[in-house]
Structures are given as C-alpha cells and as structure tokens.
C-alpha cells in the first residue's frame, strides 16, 4: 500500500497568514492526489484534485501543487473559516486507496 | 440539490453484523463509482470499499476484506454495507461518498460526501 505522509502534523497561525501543508507520498503517484478539508463533527469537502485543481465552489486562496512524490496545499490569506484539519488522498494505486494522517491548522 | 444520507448505524456486539445504506438523490447515480469511507473517534479517514457504477467491481482494503460487502441498487439509487463478523477496531463514522469521475471504473477523488453514520462495536 502507498503510504501518505503529511507534516506537520498540526500548525497554529493566525488569519490573514499564508500556510504551506506538505503531503509525500511513499511512491510515485504522478499527480493522482486530492486534498480534503474537515471540520468538527462534519464530513469532509474536497479542496482539490489531480494535485492542482480547484473544486467547483472552492475559494481561489486555495491551491495546490506538485507531482510524484511530493505535494502541497496552500492557503494563501487564512480565514476564520478555514481553521480545520486537512487530509491529503492518493488515488494512483489500489486498493488500498489511502489518506494522509491529516494536518490540524488551529489559530494561535 | 446533490445529496448522500446514511443509515443503520448503531450498537452492535463483537462478532455482530450491520447493514448500512446510502440514499443519493439529485444526481445519475447509476453513473457513478461510489465509496465507504470510515473515520474512528479522533482518528483520521480510512477508505473501505468501493463499487463501480454498474456493480461489476469491488475493492477493499486489507482490513475488512471477507468481512465486508458493498453493493447498490441503481433501481433505489441505494448504496449498501454489509458488515459482518464485526470487531470493536470497526468502531467508527461511516460516511459514504461519490466518485467525481462518472462513467467509468477507474477510482477518483471523492466530491460529494454524506453525513455520516455511528457504527459502535461493543459488548
């Protein structure tokens, strides 16, 4: 099974602040990676897909990048609403398909 | 509008069996791969199964494999979970999830996704 890897595992900052969240994956995946983003007690929302594109509905502060290994989602001005935590997916090789431990992004 | 809803969870012994559902409304839904993903208290997601849209292929982790049996009636644009031989590591959320890719039996990223059900293993 792809192992999904993501760092750090939690991250304080503040609104208005731009957050880098890293994903690597444990073998090339190309770019068949999406990023979710879930809230307490909700189900979670897809942000992104194939590495780089932006869900329908999803606000341009968001965005993706990166191929093979290595992956990122950043969160270019934070909001209040954004305060959550972040899964990244492969969905190159399976089964199994396989998600990343998650980032919790909390204000400071 | 788009919608999944889950159903059937609950309080089930070790060793028990569940069956869960998935009502989706507001899209094709015989065009669509569809998921079962799980989420434990303060853990994060673990996919479970998937179904192709027309029911002709099935994947599985590890994990739930010959335990575990997704099906769909396209007729009741109903997903289904059958759980057997159930364990207290299968306590969780069980939120099911549309494939955004229609049409086809290659797995995706999953766009729509429903709110969840309470599975609960305990003796």
């Known amino acids: 099974a792809i192992r999904m890897t993501q760092s750090p595992s939690s991250l304080s900052a503040s609104t208005g602040d731009r957050v880098t969240i890293t994903c690597r994956a444990s073998?090339?995946?190309?770019?068949?990676l999406a990023w979710y983003q879930q809230k307490p007690g909700k189900a979670p929302k897809l942000l992104i897909y194939?590495?780089?594109t932006l869900q329908s509905g999803v606000p341009s502060r968001f965005s993706g990048s990166g191929s093979g290994t290595d992956f990122t989602l950043t969160i270019s001005c934070l909001q209040s609403e954004d305060f959550a935590t972040y899964y990244c997916?492969?969905?190159?090789?399976?089964?199994?398909?396989?998600f990343g431990q998650g980032t919790r992004l909390e204000i400071k | 509008q788009v919608q999944l809803v889950e159903s059937g969870g609950g309080v089930v012994q070790p060793g028990g069996s569940l069956r869960l559902s998935c009502a989706a409304s507001?899209?094709?839904?015989?065009?669509?791969?569809m998921h079962w993903v799980r989420q434990a208290p303060g853990k994060g997601l673990e996919w479970v199964a998937f179904?192709?849209?027309?029911?002709?292929?099935?994947y599985y982790p590890e994990s739930v494999k010959g335990r575990f049996t997704i099906s769909r009636d396209n007729s009741k644009n109903t997903l289904y979970l059958q759980m057997n031989s159930l364990r207290a590591e299968d306590t969780a959320v069980y939120y099911c999830?549309?494939?955004?890719?229609?049409?086809?039996?290659?797995?995706?990223?999953?766009?729509?996704w429903g709110q969840g059900t309470m599975v609960t293993v305990s003796s």
């Open positions: 999830a549309k494939d955004i890719r229609g049409g086809s039996g290659l797995l995706d990223a999953f766009d729509i």
């Open positions: 073998q090339d995946i190309s770019s068949y």
């Open positions: 507001g899209f094709t839904f015989s065009s669509y791969g």
């Open positions: 997916q492969q969905y190159y090789s399976y089964p199994p398909i396989t």
């Open positions: 179904i192709r849209y027309d029911g002709s292929n099935k």
């Open positions: 194939a590495a780089s």
